[in-house]
Antibody, heavy 121, light 107 residues
Framework: QVQLVQSGAEVKKPGASVKVSCKAS????????INWVRQAPGQGLEWMGW????????NYEQKLQGRITMTTDRSTSTAYMELRSLRSDDTAVYYC??????????????WGQGTLVTVSS | DIQMTQSPSSVSAFVGDRVTITCRAT??????LVWYQQKPGKAPKLLIY???ILQSGVPSRFSGSGAGTDFTLTISSLQPEDFATYYC?????????FGPGTKVHIK
């Protein structure tokens, strides 16, 4: 069965970076894109960006451009999301999610369990 | 970016009630509207895609309809496990965007 398993919770200081991993199993990793979605405490869902596992193409939410990098390692079926220059309003649960249609604009049929990133001095 | 709105923001209902949630897009999105269910502390779960197609394994009491800018999610007979927050999302135009959510409470 399809599974996305994310790395554990992180606590970071403002200005630091965080890198969250998402290990996929149960399907052909390169056939689908991976998206990242975050959810601040008590808030709704915010799409952050997409990476094509097939060719490495990325599209990021405009307001995160310059602070975010998404990568994949096809040898381990793992996707990564790095967010730099962290601020307190980056405190959120970060989810990876498989794109159902392998498109840059997609919907998400399988989700990781979420990774809480807390930014606090 | 296409903005998504949902109404109501919250609804209280009894087990067995019929519940309808509305989602509206600021521009036409064809039928590329998706619904998710999220329970506290859990990841969202895909319920419906392409406005009306039930994801595999989702109970038939869930249904979706609409096209263009106006969409609805209906739960025909609310069950205890359906108390959750429901989000719509448009998957037609970059970037994908979510509605603010509708919380379904127990009455």
């Amino acid at each position: 069965q399809v599974q996305l398993v994310q790395s554990g919770a992180e606590v970071k200081k403002p200005g630091a970076s965080v890198k969250v991993s998402c290990k996929a199993s149960g399907y052909t990793f390169s056939s689908y894109g991976i998206n990242w979605v975050r959810q601040a405490p008590g808030q709704g869902l915010e799409w952050m960006g997409w990476i094509s596992v097939y060719n490495g193409n990325t599209n990021y939410e405009q307001k995160l451009q310059g602070r975010i990098t998404m990568t994949t390692d096809r040898s381990t079926s793992t996707a990564y999301m790095e967010l730099r220059s962290l601020r307190s309003d980056d405190t959120a649960v970060y989810y990876c999610a498989r794109g159902a249609r392998a498109l840059a604009t997609d919907y998400f049929d399988y989700w990781g369990q979420g990774t809480l990133v807390t930014v606090s001095s | 970016d296409i903005q998504m709105t949902q109404s109501p923001s919250s609804v209280s209902a009894f087990v067995g009630d019929r519940v309808t949630i509305t989602c509206r897009a600021t521009q036409g999105i064809s039928n590329w509207l998706v619904w998710y269910q999220q329970k506290p502390g859990k990841a969202p779960k895909l319920l419906i895609y392409a406005a009306s197609i039930l994801q595999s394994g989702v109970p038939s009491r869930f249904s979706g309809s609409g096209a263009g800018t106006d969409f609805t999610l209906t739960i025909s007979s609310l069950q205890p496990e359906d108390f959750a927050t429901y989000y719509c999302q448009q998957a037609n135009s970059f970037p994908p965007t979510f509605g603010p959510g509708t919380k379904v409470h127990i009455k």
